[in-house]
């Protein structure tokens, strides 16, 4: 029998303002800028190297359920009664993606250090767990063995709507769900022109950084001749709601044009309580106009929706950096850094807006699958993108040590968690680079990934 969702007695219609307030809400004076770093992670068996179960004896759930009993973690359920899909632990919390990846969405900080310290008990942790279960976490951007049909899936509300809706709008939609791994930086900004010059910023070099942090070059248990399938698949999934965005590189961008943007995009579901539907026929703006099975929308609706957009550089209540690869221990802040240090010294973000402005939508679009391909090696307005690289990380750095002669951390400038990637640059490589030249051809290729990639 079909769900019948209940509207809630003498709710609010939701309004076109209403639709702002997510932005408007997060505006913050810089010295309450912070950066949030989200990681996701494979698990596999150590014995077999095939992907972490979500339930079972040795698997995503069970571990889970150890992290809340050894380590103060509170289980949260999507609905009363429903499967425990994340934790939460202060303002941090794991999470879990649609093929039993594993992500930590960690608290926002100020410093990189306390990044860098998150990041590394929560690693801790795992490892902890996952040597009592024969479970082994692997930084990679794309599973590097597991065929699609091998990978399980997340009893999430939302998750069972989009295996059904986005192969019929991307060859590769259900490979961005359950094969793919990133790591993230959430920014914050201070006004709409701030939000937008980061968000423009962002986008031009948004190939850069995916070249830089490429990090997913097997495919099925073989090199797959790429740098990034992670990349790949994003160019195969659903063009209504990911990309580079064109309509904000032009001069009448505003956080109206993302909202119109986003009100034209169809949705995933209508949700109440432990009841949902399947509404991927209808725009949030027939939704808004029209409701659904009686039910109009309202705020929590509208932020359900942003969240489903995917571009690579997203607006929410942050500004989300989305185009790197899962990475290996030690680069993961890597990226954290890189972007505090671009986005949040005054000086440095306008010599990055000046380094971007050569990169029109039009070039930026067009070499994201030469970047898919080769990475650093691909061409980008007259230039290898490796020269690019180089900048944006000199850039970087030279903010990150800016805002230290400010900020006076007693524990140094950020600009170290620069270095491993500073190395690799040097060496003209990205981590998918580095793991290839590692592989010996004439050894299985399982266990040197694992032992290459893991966490």
């Not at 579901?269 to 106009?289: E, W, Y």
């Not at 929590?300 to 899962?326: Q, Y």
Request: with cysteine.
């Amino acid at each position: 029998m079909e769900a019948v969702l209940t509207q809630p007695i003498a709710q609010q219609r939701l309004t076109y303002e209403d639709l702002f307030a997510p932005f408007r809400e997060s505006l913050k004076p810089e010295s309450l800028w912070r950066v949030g770093t989200e990681a996701e992670k494979f698990g596999v068996l150590e014995d077999s190297f095939a992907p972490l179960p979500y339930a079972g004896p040795r698997s995503v759930s069970s571990v889970l359920d150890a992290l809340a009993a050894r380590y103060g973690w509170q289980p949260e359920r999507e609905y009363d009664g429903g499967e425990v899909i994340a934790l939460k632990r202060g303002e941090a919390s794991i999470t879990l993606e649609p093929g039993a990846q594993l992500e930590l969405s960690g608290a926002p900080f100020k410093s990189i250090h306390e990044t860098h310290a998150e990041w590394v008990e929560h690693i801790a942790e795992l490892r902890a767990i996952g040597s009592s279960l024969g479970i082994a976490w692997l930084g990679l951007g794309f599973h590097p063995f597991a065929k699609l049909s091998e990978m399980p899936s997340v009893p999430k509300l939302r998750y069972g709507i989009m295996r059904d809706y986005l192969p019929r709008r991307g060859s590769m939609g259900l490979d961005m769900m359950r094969r793919t791994c990133t790591v993230q930086a959430n920014l914050d900004y201070s006004s709409e022109e701030d939000a937008l010059r980061k968000l423009r910023v962002a986008l031009a070099l948004s190939p850069v950084i995916t070249a830089m942090f490429a990090n997913s070059p097997f495919y099925e248990g073989a090199p797959s001749g790429e740098r990034t399938r992670r990349a790949r698949v994003w160019l195969n999934t659903d063009p209504d709601r990911t990309g580079l965005l064109p309509f904000m590189w032009e001069a009448t961008a505003s956080f109206a044009r993302y909202v119109e943007w986003a009100l034209d995009v169809p949705m995933f579901m209508v949700k109440r309580g432990s009841k949902v539907v399947h509404n991927t026929g209808q725009t949030f703006r027939a939704f808004m106009r029209d409701g659904f099975q009686g039910v109009q929308a309202d705020a929590n609706d509208w932020l359900t929706h942003l969240g489903t957009m995917f571009p690579e550089v997203r607006l929410k209540k942050t500004i989300e950096i989305r185009g790197a690869d899962s990475l290996s221990y030690a680069l993961t802040p890597a990226l954290p850094a890189l972007c505090k240090g671009l986005f949040y010294d005054a000086a440095t973000l306008a010599k990055a807006e000046a380094l971007a402005t050569p990169i029109g939508y039009a070039l930026a679009e067009g070499v994201r699958a030469d970047v898919a391909a080769r990475g650093l090696q691909a061409e980008l307005a007259g230039r290898p993108v490796l020269a690019w690289a180089r900048e944006v990380e000199a850039l970087a750095r030279a903010g990150l040590m800016s805002l230290y002669e400010h900020e006076a951390d007693p524990r140094g400038d950020e600009s170290a968690y620069l270095d491993p990637l500073a190395a690799l640059l040097a060496r003209a490589e990205s981590p998918a680079d580095a793991l290839l030249a590692a592989i010996d051809s004439t050894r299985p290729l399982a266990p040197q990934v694992v032992a290459n990639s893991r966490l």
